[in-house]
Every structure is written in C-alpha cells, then in structure tokens.
C-alpha cells in the first residue's frame, strides 16, 4: 500500500536555528497537506500543495512540492520555542479517492 | 470559529466491550472522517464517509468497527468487541470537500480510548 516516511523522526534545535523535515511517498500524490500537532493536541492543517514545483510560504515556513510530485519539504527560518510539535505531511493519490495519508511525521523541540 | 467536537474525550472500558465514540462535524461540512493515533505514532485512516454511506476504508476498520450519521449533525464510531490493541487517540476530522478538491481537513480534539 501507499506509504509517507519523513525524516527526521526527531529533531532538537536551540532557537533560533532552521528546521527542514523532508516527505517522501512511494507513489505520486496528486497533492500534499501539511499539519502540525503541538503535544498533547490534534493535527491543525498549514498549507496544500497541488503543482509540481511549487513552493508556497507562509512567514517563517517555507513549503515545496517536488518536480515528480512524490516528495515534499517544510523548512522553517529561524525556529521560535512556539514551533514545539509534531510536523506531518498527508498525501492524496491520484484517481477517485479522498483517503489522505498521514506521513511519519517529524518530532521537533526547540530548546530556548 | 467553527470546530469540530468530540466526546468523550476519555473513555476506559473492559476488553471485549462496545465503545461509541462521538463526533459533531462542522455543520456545513460534507465529508467526514475517522483517523486513529497510537501514542507517539502516526496519524492513520480509518474510514471515510460521504452522502450518508461509506468512502473508503482502511484494512484496520475491519468488521468490528462501524460508523454512522443518525441524524443531522452527529457522527459516530462504534468498535463492537474492543482488543487491547485499540487503544489510541480517535480524531474525527471533517471537510467541505474532498481533499483532493483542496479541502483541508478539520481535525477535532479526539477521544482516547483505553482498552484495559
């Protein structure tokens, strides 16, 4: 069946420094989703991606969706101690289908 | 800002008891979802529901597992016989799309279940 890693599983960083958690499908999405999930919380959606190519970005986070639309990267600049969670990224195949699939999904503590 | 509710937000039952878990999408919303998280795990699906009937669902929602919308605004996932290795956190998620039309889901603040 389909499946998302992403790694890091975790990653400690002092504030301040950059983040990057990298998604890789086995198979080619037709768009990817990303979430994140402070601890003890529930997934919040940040952002889609739908092109091939495409980079979004929303403040310090930097998102990119690659050429062959199988893998993706969240990059965020200069991490704040209210970065804390759990960063998911969710694919959709192609076709008929609506099931997202939630990736590994990478831990990240910022130590202050 | 609308949200999606969810109780309980923890149940402890018996191994072999049924367990009803609830979920109040969006009101406007159309689809609904429920995914499942084991502790420090990953978000997996369980099953997707539209216009009163069944989506898709994973090989985990096997036939011990049972969803339903009786009226208008409630959601519900029943597990019939629970095991041990049902206890996780449930999230209830809903969407006024499917996501593959650029519908983000809205996740509520899910239900732990504890199978003892």
């Known amino acids: 069946g389909q499946q998302v890693m992403q790694i890091p599983q975790y990653q400690h960083v002092q504030e301040g420094e950059d983040f990057t958690t990298y998604c890789n499908s086995s198979t080619t999405l037709s768009n990817i989703q990303w979430y994140k999930q402070r601890p003890g919380g529930h997934p919040v959606f940040l952002i889609q991606l739908v092109k091939s190519g495409e980079v979004k970005k929303q403040k310090r986070l930097t998102f990119q969706f690659g050429e062959a639309k199988k893998n993706s990267s969240l990059h965020i600049t200069a991490t704040q101690t209210t970065d804390v969670g759990t960063y998911f990224c969710a694919g959709l195949r192609g076709g008929a289908t609506n099931k997202l699939i939630f990736g590994t999904g990478t831990l990240l503590a910022v130590q202050p | 800002e609308p949200e999606v509710t969810q109780t309980p937000s923890h149940q402890v039952t018996q191994m072999g008891q049924e367990v009803i878990l609830r979920c109040v999408p969006i009101s406007n919303h159309l689809y609904f979802y429920w995914y499942r998280q084991i502790l420090g795990q990953k978000v997996e699906f369980l099953v997707s529901?539209?216009?009163?009937?069944?989506?898709?669902k994973s090989e985990i929602f096997d036939d011990q597992f049972s969803v339903e919308r009786p009226d208008g605004s409630n959601f519900t996932l029943k597990i019939r016989s629970t095991k041990l290795e049902d206890s996780a956190m449930y999230f209830c998620?809903?969407?006024?799309?499917?996501?593959?039309?650029?519908?983000?889901?809205?996740f509520g603040e899910g239900s732990r279940l504890t199978v003892l």
């Open positions: 998620a809903s969407t006024v799309r499917q996501p593959f039309n650029t519908g983000e889901l809205f």
């Open positions: 529901f539209y216009n009163n009937e069944i989506s898709e």
